[in-house]
C-alpha cells in the first residue's frame, strides 16, 4: 500500500478542501438525470412523482390521486390504482419483445453458472407462483424466504409479489430464535428455505434453522406455519417432516409456466422487512406496493445511470437486507436491467473473486459497502491490479458513512479515476435511495452523500428542529412523505409513531446525526447513539475513524463511545494494523508507540478533544456476516458489560480475542 501521508490527500485536506469531481463532459451529456429534474419536482413535487409513476410503472387501472396525508403519518400513494410487482419485474419485458435479455449472470461459490433470461424468469416465477397456490397460499397470505443468494430466492419474492402475498425476507445468517421470532410476529404461513448454501468454501446448513423455529416451545402459541418448501443447493441429508416439508423441484418443476398476475390496490402490502435493535422485539417494517416501486425504479434508473441495453449491473448485498430487495430484485428488474448476482464472499475462493467476476461479465455498475471497500484496501491494491476493470464506469456505497480515504481509494483503485462515486444514504424504513448525488448533475465529494435527491425533502435540525445553517451539524430529518416511505410497523401501529415520529413534531427521524458543510452539503455522521458528547463536544464515530485510517499503519477502525465519570463519554478505538505493523505492536513497548502516535495523528486530524482515551489492536472486528461492525458488542467490552447476543457474527470467537486484548495496559490511558 500506498504511505498515505507523501502520496495521498489527508484527512483534514479531503473534509475541508474546496476541491470535488465534476463530471465528465462526455458523461454529462449521455447521463439519464439532468439538473431540470431538480426545478421540475421544485416546482410541483406531487406532479413530479405522479410523471414518475406513469412512467416508470405499468397500472392495470390507472390511479387518479397521488398522495392522500390525511391519516399522517402514515401515507397512501396512488392509492385508487392497481398493479402487480410481478408483472413489472418480469412478465412487462417480456410483453415487450425483451425476453430474450440477461436478466441474471448467477455465480456460485463453488463456481457453478446459470444464466437466467427474462423469459426464464417468467417462466419460473409462474411455476413458483402456482406451487404456492396448491400449498395453499392466497393474496395476503405472509411467507417467509430464509433462503442463500441463488436464483431461486429471487424467484420465490417474485412469486410471493405475483399472488399478492406479502414475503418477509430473513437473512439467512439468523439464529433459529430470531428466525421464530420474525415467523410468529408476520403470521407466516410457509416457509422457503434450502438445505444449505456455499459460504467460504463449505457448505453451511439452513434447514435445521426452520425446524427448530417451527418446533413447538413450551410458554409459546404453536406456529401458523402449514409447510415449508425446501430448495435442493448442498445436497445436504436433512431432517424431514411428512406433509409439512416438500422439495421445491417436486412441486415447482411439474406445475404450469403460465401464471395471471393477482392485480392488487397500490396500497398492498408487499413485504415486510424485520430490523433488530440492540433491546426490544424486532420491528417488522412494512412497506406496500405502489409507491415503493416507483421510486425503487426512479432511483435505481437515475442514480446508477442504468442504460438497461448495454450495462450489467452488481449490487454485492444480500437479499435478507432492504438493499437487496430495492437494488437486486424490484429497481433493477423494474428498468429490465441485467445483473450479477453472486452467492459467495469476496475472499473465496481467493481475495480477488469480486474482480474476477467484474471482469468476466464486464460489470459496468457496481454498487456496495464502505466495510467492503476498507477489506479490499487492507489487503492491498495489487489484487484488483490482477483484473481488467474497465468496464466499470459507476460505483456506488451503501449501509454506512463512507471515510473520505476509502472514498478515494474506491475511485482511484476500482474506478480508475473516471467512474463517478454515489455514496447514498438511505434505510429499511425509507425503502429507497433519498440522499445521493446524480452522476452527471453532481460535482461529487469524497465522504458526502451530498444531496437530497429531486422530489425528496432532507434537512438538518437542531434539538428544536430549527434548520441549522451551512457548517452547522445536528439531526437529519425528512420534512415531507415520499413513495417509498414504510406504512407501519406490522401490527403495531403506536410503535411506528412513537419510534419515528415523536421527537420531531411532523417530521420523520430514524435516529442518524449529519453536518452541513460550507456549501449546503450533507455528510452523515452514524446513528444519534454513534455521535458522541465529550465534555459537552459533539464528537462523530466516524470522524474518528476516518482519521485513524488515514494514518499509514492502519487498515480498518471503530470506535464507540464508552461511559465516564469525568467526561460523560469517553473515546475507545478498536483497530487493525496493516500487516508488519501488527507484528511490531505485537509487544507491550510496541503497541505503546502504535497507540501514542495514533492519538496524536487524531488530535491533529481533528483536535486534542477527539483523541482516544484508549485504543486496542485487534486482529479483526466483530462483523455480521453481511459484513457489518457490529459496534453494539464493542460498547459492550468498552463499559466492561457482558457482551450481548452475538450469534449473527461472522466468527463470535473475535469477541473472546477483543474481550482479552481491552484487559492488557494501555499506554493510551492518560
Known amino acids: 500500500m500506498p504511505d498515505n501521508e507523501t502520496t495521498a490527500p489527508s484527512l483534514e485536506n479531503l473534509l475541508h478542501e474546496t476541491r470535488a469531481f465534476p463530471p465528465s463532459t462526455e458523461f454529462a451529456a449521455q447521463a439519464n438525470a439532468q439538473a431540470s429534474l431538480y426545478e421540475e419536482a421544485d416546482a410541483d413535487r406531487l406532479g413530479f412523482w405522479a410523471d414518475r409513476a406513469r412512467e416508470l410503472v405499468t397500472w392495470k387501472s390507472p390511479f387518479t390521486q397521488t398522495l392522500d396525508w390525511s391519516d399522517a403519518p402514515v401515507a397512501r400513494w396512488f392509492a385508487d390504482g392497481t398493479l402487480n410487482a410481478a408483472y413489472n419485474a418480469v412478465d412487462r419485458h417480456v410483453d415487450a419483445g425483451l425476453g430474450d435479455r440477461v436478466a441474471i449472470h448467477f ?179 412494512l412497506h406496500t406496493t405502489g409507491g415503493y416501486l416507483t421510486q425503487a425504479a426512479y432511483t435505481h434508473r437515475n442514480v446508477f445511470d442504468l442504460k438497461a441495453e448495454s450495462d450489467v449491473y452488481w449490487c454485492t448485498a444480500d437479499i435478507g437486507w432492504v438493499t437487496g430487495h430495492t437494488y437486486i430484485v424490484y429497481g433493477p428488474m423494474l428498468n429490465g436491467a441485467t445483473q450479477v448476482l453472486y452467492e459467495g464472499t469476496p475472499d473465496t475462493p481467493h481475495k480477488g473473486r469480486w474482480w474476477e467476476l467484474v471482469e468476466k ?56 479515476d473516471t467512474a463517478p462515486i454515489v455514496d447514498t444514504w438511505w434505510q429499511t424504513e425509507t425503502g429507497a435511495i433519498m440522499i445521493s448525488p446524480l452522476p452527471g448533475v453532481t460535482a461529487t465529494k469524497p465522504g458526502s452523500a451530498q444531496v437530497a435527491l429531486p422530489g425528496i425533502a432532507a434537512d438538518v435540525v437542531d434539538d428544536e428542529a430549527h434548520s441549522v445553517p451551512d457548517g452547522g451539524g445536528g439531526y437529519l430529518v425528512l420534512s415531507e412523505p415520499w413513495p417509498s416511505m414504510l406504512r407501519g410497523i406490522w ?35 452514524g446513528r444519534v447513539d454513534d455521535v458522541m458528547n465529550v465534555s459537552g463536544h459533539r464528537l462523530s464515530t466516524t470522524e474518528i475513524e476516518s482519521a485513524l485510517v488515514s494514518h499509514d499503519v492502519v487498515a480498518e477502525a471503530a470506535v464507540v463511545g464508552a461511559a465516564d465519570e469525568l467526561s460523560g463519554q469517553a473515546v475507545v478505538a478498536f483497530v487493525i494494523l496493516r500487516g508488519e505493523h501488527a507484528d511490531d505492536a505485537a509487544t507491550d513497548e510496541g503497541s505503546a508507540r502504535v497507540e501514542k502516535a495514533l492519538r496524536d495523528h487524531v488530535a491533529t486530524q481533528i483536535g486534542p478533544i477527539a483523541k482516544p482515551k484508549k485504543i486496542l489492536v485487534v486482529p479483526e472486528l466483530p462483523k455480521t456476516r453481511s459484513g457489518k461492525i457490529m459496534r453494539r458488542l464493542l460498547r459492550d467490552v468498552a463499559e466492561n458489560r457482558t457482551v450481548g447476543d452475538a450469534t449473527t457474527l461472522a466468527d463470535s470467537s473475535v469477541m473472546d480475542l477483543i474481550a482479552a486484548g481491552l484487559s492488557k495496559p494501555s499506554a493510551s490511558e492518560d
Open 107 to 285: 455465480e456460485g461459490e463453488p463456481g457453478d453458472t446459470r444464466t437466467v433470461t427474462y423469459a426464464d424468469l417468467q417462466r419460473e416465477v409462474s411455476r413458483a407462483a402456482n406451487a404456492l397456490a396448491s400449498l395453499g397460499v392466497t393474496k395476503g397470505d405472509r411467507v417467509v424466504i430464509y433462503l442463500p443468494m441463488l436464483v431461486e430466492s429471487v424467484v420465490a419474492m417474485l412469486a410471493c409479489a405475483g399472488l399478492g402475498a406479502p414475503h418477509s425476507v430473513v437473512f439467512g445468517g439468523f439464529s433459529a430464535d430470531a428466525l421464530r421470532s420474525r415467523i410468529a410476529d408476520a403470521g407466516a404461513k410457509v416457509v422457503i428455505t434450502a438445505d444449505g448454501g456455499y459460504r467460504r468454501g463449505a457448505a453451511s446448513a439452513l434447514k435445521p434453522a426452520v425446524d427448530e423455529a417451527v418446533a413447538p416451545k413450551e410458554g409459546e402459541p404453536a406456529t401458523t406455519v402449514e409447510h415449508i418448501l425446501v430448495v435442493r443447493r448442498t445436497e445436504q441429508d436433512v431432517a424431514w417432516t411428512e406433509g409439512r416439508d416438500v422439495w421445491w423441484h417436486d412441486v415447482v418443476d411439474a406445475a404450469s409456466d403460465v401464471h395471471e398476475p393477482e392485480w392488487v390496490d397500490a396500497e398492498h402490502p408487499l413485504f415486510i422487512l424485520y430490523t433488530s435493535g440492540t433491546t426490544g422485539k424486532p420491528k417488522g417494517i
Open 361 to 416: 461479465y464486464k460489470v459496468s455498475l457496481f454498487y456496495t459497502a464502505p466495510t467492503a471497500i476498507r477489506a479490499c484496501m487492507k489487503w492491498g491494491e495489487d489484487i484488483p491490479a490482477g483484473f481488467d476493470l474497465s468496464s466499470l464506469r459507476l460505483l456506488g456505497s451503501v449501509g454506512e458513512p463512507i471515510n473520505p480515504e476509502a472514498w478515494m481509494w474506491y475511485r482511484r483503485v476500482i474506478g480508475g
Open 491 to 525: 401490527g403495531d401501529l403506536q410503535r411506528f409513531k412513537d419510534t419515528y415520529w415523536s421527537r420531531f413534531e411532523g417530521l420523520y427521524f430514524a435516529g442518524d446525526g449529519a453536518k452541513k458543510d460550507e456549501d449546503g452539503d450533507i455528510w452523515l455522521l
